[in-house]
């Protein structure tokens, strides 16, 4: 196990696990426009720099997410961009949060907010992936990304 302090949460990772894990894993597999608007940006590594540095000490490329789900837009979703949430998985644990958690029941550490973005560890209780290896915690982002495909935003026009 190899300790790593992110940002206030101190984590012991089991780095060849994970990357045996995501060396065999595919891309996010879903195929809506928000997905596939994420995998661009992804493959790009259009993605906040702080999150692309702990994914790559960690050799998980960042189109591999475990979770992702594009929240909402409104209609100023053009200037600010489509609210996601981005999760990785991560073989370990996570040893302390920033500060003491309060005992609300969740297996989550507190959120750490940055300008673009707001980051949590911790571990949802059902296995979004059967085979990875435990224990494991998840690396969990929410952040707007613009909208670079070249379609609508919501999906074809129905005629």
């Given at each position: 196990?190899?300790?790593?302090?992110?940002y206030?949460?101190?984590?012991?990772?089991?780095?060849?696990?994970?990357?045996?894990?995501?060396?065999?894993?595919?891309?996010?597999?879903?195929?809506?426009?928000?997905?596939?608007?994420?995998?661009?940006?992804?493959?790009?590594?259009?993605?906040?720099?702080?999150?692309?540095?702990?994914?790559?000490?960690?050799?998980?490329?960042p189109?591999?997410?475990?979770?992702?789900?594009?929240?909402?837009?409104?209609?100023?979703?053009?200037?600010?961009?489509?609210?996601?949430?981005?999760?990785?998985?991560?073989?370990?644990?996570?040893?302390?949060?920033?500060?003491?958690?309060?005992?609300?029941?969740?297996?989550?550490?507190?959120?750490?907010?940055?300008?673009?973005?707001?980051?949590?560890?911790?571990?949802?209780?059902?296995?979004?992936?059967p085979?990875?290896?435990?224990?494991?915690?998840?690396?969990?982002?929410?952040?707007?990304?613009?909208?670079?495909?070249?379609?609508?935003?919501?999906?074809?026009?129905?005629?």
């Amino acid at each position: 196990m190899t300790h790593f302090s992110w940002y206030g949460y101190e984590v012991e990772v089991d780095e060849a696990a994970t990357a045996g894990w995501y060396a065999q894993a595919e891309d996010w597999g879903c195929t809506c426009g928000h997905c596939r608007n994420f995998l661009a940006l992804a493959r790009e590594r259009r993605l906040p720099e702080e999150i692309l540095e702990i994914l790559d000490a960690l050799r998980i490329p960042p189109a591999k997410a475990t979770y992702v789900c594009e929240l909402y837009h409104d209609e100023d979703w053009a200037e600010k961009g489509l609210l996601y949430e981005i999760s990785w998985r991560v073989a370990g644990a996570v040893v302390q949060p920033p500060e003491e958690k309060q005992s609300d029941g969740t297996a989550w550490g507190p959120p750490v907010k940055f300008p673009a973005f707001t980051l949590m560890l911790g571990h949802e209780y059902y296995n979004i992936e059967p085979e990875f290896p435990e224990p494991s915690f998840d690396l969990d982002i929410s952040l707007y990304l613009p909208w670079i495909l070249d379609e609508p935003v919501d999906g074809p026009v129905e005629e």
